[in-house]
């Protein structure tokens, strides 16, 4: 791989999970207003599939799925997409938010596992080390630990983990399906799952559609821009950097998301930043440093042998 390219796709990689990192933080504004989890992936999914919509001429012009097989690993992603957003969402619904917000990062190990499995790479005890530095760090900074004996915390494990594994699927298809997709239709693909599945939750489960009474005006506005963030940007860049870096550090790298919600709820919110958070922040970002050196190394090492 040259060396631009890499540092290309880990920029892309990085810029998925800073926006998802302010994307929790724009979350609670939208929870402000009155509104649920569901209107607030539903406007996300809308403008993202009506923006990528836009693109639909070139969906199928260069290269396309060929068979049921290329098919259904796309579709794979797209459902596995709408897991993580409902299964998440449900988690932090069912029990102490520090729950889900931690036990998300356990598709981490997962992508590693199924990347060893796989034989896409070899062991490294480095990249170990690196990836229980992130899920230390994400344990210090959550403080998981006080909120395991609080009502509902079962339950919300079980969601969480789920929404986990979904999210693992995604980094773990995405690689793959790159060589018979362009960008736009990946991301586009996603975003359509997840708009069909919030409706169909709606359907289910008309109770979650909140009535917004004088906030209908902010809201919308505040929309767009959950759209762009939550969405739109960070799809498109994971769409594209994910082929170029590769599941495993693909998921490393996005963890960056943690230390960016960490330090905007601080900054945009007022929330404390305890000696135990910055611990573990830094823990995180240096299990991302870790896992990038480590596979920069292996790299140069592969093209010499």
């Known amino acids: 791989m040259d060396t631009r390219d890499r540092w290309k796709g880990i920029a892309l990689v990085l810029n998925t999970g800073c926006c998802w990192g ?13 509104a649920s989890f569901l209107q607030v992936f539903l406007v996300e999914a809308l403008f993202a599939s009506l923006y990528y919509g836009c693109f639909a001429r070139g969906f199928l012009k ?25 299964l998440l969402f449900l988690a932090f619904s069912l ?7 931690t036990l998300m990062f356990m598709y981490l190990p997962v992508v590693y596992a199924v990347s060893l499995i796989s034989g ?14 992130v899920l230390i760090g994400a ?40 060589s018979f997709t362009t960008v736009e239709f990946r991301s586009f693909s996603i975003s359509a799952f997840g ?7 709606w359907c289910f489960v008309p109770s979650l559609w909140y009535p917004l009474d004088g906030q209908l005006g902010s809201f919308l506005i505040m929309a767009i821009v959950l759209g762009v963030v939550g969405q739109t940007l960070p799809v498109l860049t994971l769409m594209k950097g994910l082929p170029i870096t590769g599941s495993s550090l693909g998921g490393v790298l996005a963890s960056v998301e943690l230390p960016i919600a960490v330090f905007s709820s601080a900054i945009l919110l007022g929330e404390s930043l305890s000696p135990s958070k910055i611990v573990g922040v830094v823990l995180v970002l240096s299990g991302i440093v870790l896992y990038n050196y480590s596979d920069r190394v292996r790299v140069p090492q592969m093209a010499t042998t």
């Open 62 to 86: 260069t290269v396309r799925p060929r068979g049921w097989s290329q098919w259904l690993q796309l579709s794979g992603i797209g459902l596995a997409s709408v897991g993580v957003g409902n």
């Open 195 to 201: 708009l069909v599945g919030c409706l169909i939750v």
């Open 139 to 178: 344990t210090l900074t959550t403080q998981i630990f006080s909120s395991l004996g609080e009502p509902g915390a079962v339950a919300a494990v079980f969601s969480a983990l789920a929404a986990s594994f979904c999210y693992a699927l995604v980094f773990i298809l995405t690689p793959g399906v790159a």
């Open 22 to 34: 302010f994307h929790g933080v724009l979350i609670k504004f939208a929870y402000s207003l009155g």
């Open 120 to 133: 896409n790479q070899s062991f490294s005890a480095p990249k170990l080390c690196s990836i229980l530095l």
């Open 95 to 101: 029990g102490p938010v520090a729950i889900a917000a």
